[in-house]
């Protein structure tokens, strides 16, 4: 039989808290058991601590696991019980950043072309681990739970498990608020990302997380909460493990895209400049990555998350990258076609049939604009007369069109560019006004950590604006050029045209 001890108490979600002696006020005020049955011979006793307060409102509980980011609280005991769990000696430690608060630092001289980390599959938290609770996990399985709800709940699980989880030192070290957009409220959203696309995002992303947890209420917890008490299985705790994942999973290409956690090599954090990305190596049979530049002892090793854009890293990261320093930055322009457009049906039936929608998103970069948005422009552009040509402008609005062939409308070009160009200038202009506006915005909250968290969120969106505002700069600047161009071309044509008819007259 394992002895399991599940603690949840609530304390008010601090921002920005600089000691760990906030939790300290937060002690249980009393405890009561509940007894697991995983099996007949197999029975865990977890003992459930709770305060009156979470009776209330499933809305005031908190996270009590993890730590202070800020601080390198609990990361040396991660260091000595990965150690002890079979990591093998490290050329890196952690230390507190300048980048990313902790991170990984070169202990020793490290080459460009070495291969560093090397994390055990042991150490990996999958889809596959062991549950301490193993009937909750039994239970997860037989509803044939999807690998990332499946995960949150068992980063939940082991989480309340506290010490009698293998995994309690790893969690300790976690933070214990993720940096993302899921802890952003909704006026927070609306007041500092009114002008980015990427408010849309996290309002999905937030209804995705909130509905994957109701599913789960409703079709499993409910069902069984002896397993899953709503103390610990609540919106809240799930908020913080999608917020663990989105900032930590990594996706492991040689183990057939398995997403896993793992421990020690999330340490690493993220640089725009760094071209390796972990992986599985067969042949050592571990996470590694191989070093694309040299490192200097004391020098802080980065890895790329991957191709994102600045508001893709703040999406999911919590952080944005200096403006014009991610060669991947990308900001989302929203093109719509007029109710008032004679073929308006005509046009959202084609777009349907290709999965696309009005408004529609499309990425454009400090480089340019994809075929697919300009196809879309034709196609919000286009005259009656051309209603043949609709659903192939659709199907190259799409991405599910494998030619990527560019469509050529020489006469409806500049009215597509105008189009395009008007979009932008639109954009711009809710970018300027928040920027102007963000100055004097939000100086009157009195208690000290409210405007510590509001002056950290304007100045994350404040970057986020700026560097996608400059892409639009760059577009406009295009734009404007090639109708220029396309102007004086015809005005070159008809000046030659006019020469002629005189010629003839
Ligand atoms: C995989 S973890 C990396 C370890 C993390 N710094 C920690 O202390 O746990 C990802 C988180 O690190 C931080 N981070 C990573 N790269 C960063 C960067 N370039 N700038 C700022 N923060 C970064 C963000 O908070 C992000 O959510």
Not at 43 to 52: E, Q, V
Not at 464 to 487: A, G, N, V
Request: glycine share 4%.
């Amino acid at each position: 039989m394992v002895e399991a001890s599940r603690a949840f108490h609530t304390a008010p979600i601090g921002f920005i808290s600089t000691t760990s002696s906030s939790r300290l006020l937060n002690k249980p005020t009393h405890h009561h058991s509940v007894r697991l049955r995983s099996s007949r011979r197999n029975a865990i006793r977890c003992s459930i601590s709770t305060s009156d307060s979470n009776k209330l409102s499933v809305k005031q509980n908190a996270i009590t696991w993890g730590c202070e980011v800020d601080s390198l609280e609990n990361a040396s005991d991660l260091q000595k019980w990965l150690s002890d769990s079979g990591l093998p000696p490290q050329k890196m430690a952690i230390e507190k950043v300048e980048v990313g608060e902790r991170g990984l630092v070169a202990l020793t001289n490290i080459r460009k072309g070495e291969k560093l980390l090397f994390v055990p599959p042991s150490l990996f938290i999958t889809s596959d681990s062991e549950w301490t609770c193993p009937e909750a996990g039994r239970v997860l399985r037989r509803y044939s739970v999807p690998d990332w709800p499946l995960l949150a709940t068992y980063l939940i699980s082991e989480a309340s498990l506290m010490k009698s989880s293998r995994w309690s030192n790893y969690i300790s070290a976690l933070p214990r608020q993720p940096y993302s957009l899921l802890y952003w409220t909704p006026a927070e959203l609306d007041r500092y990302l009114e002008a980015s696309q990427i408010r849309e995002r996290a309002v999905e992303r937030i209804t995705n997380v909130v509905g994957t947890y109701n599913d789960l209420r409703l079709r499993i917890f409910n069902k069984h909460p002896e397993l899953f008490p709503e103390e610990i299985f609540n919106l809240e705790t799930f908020k913080w493990s999608f917020g663990i994942l989105f900032s930590r999973l990594v996706r492991l290409p040689s183990m057939n895209d398995k997403v896993a956690l793992v421990p020690w090599a999330d340490m690493l954090n993220h640089s725009c400049e760094v071209q390796t990305f972990l992986d599985y190596d067969k042949s050592s049979q571990g996470v590694v990555f191989t070093t694309d530049r040299q490192y200097q002892p004391g020098e802080q090793v980065f890895i790329s998350y991957g191709k994102k854009s600045n508001g893709e890293l703040l999406l999911s990261y919590g952080f944005v990258p200096r403006a014009g320093t991610n060669p991947n930055d990308s900001v989302e322009l929203s093109l719509s076609i007029s109710k008032s457009d004679k073929c308006y049906n005509e046009k959202l039936a084609v777009l349907r049939m290709y999965g696309l929608s009005i408004p529609q998103r499309f990425p454009v970069q400090i480089t340019g604009w994809p075929v697919e948005l300009m196809a879309y422009a034709y196609l919000a552009v286009s005259p009656p007369s051309m209603s043949n040509e609709f659903e192939k402008m659709a199907s190259s609005a799409s991405n599910k069109n494998t030619s990527k062939k560019d469509l050529q409308y020489p006469d409806l070009e500049e009215l597509a560019l105008q189009f395009i160009l008007d979009n932008c200038e639109a954009s711009i202009s809710k970018y300027s006004k928040f920027l102007q506006q963000s100055g004097s915005m939000d100086l009157d909250v009195k208690s000290p950590k409210q405007l510590n968290r509001r002056l950290f969120l304007k100045q994350l969106a404040v970057d986020l604006c700026t560097s996608e505002q400059r892409i639009l700069f760059r577009s406009q600047y295009i734009l404007r050029r090639r109708l220029r161009d396309i102007k004086s071309g015809e005005l070159k044509a008809l000046t030659i045209f006019n020469g002629f008819r005189n010629l003839f007259k």
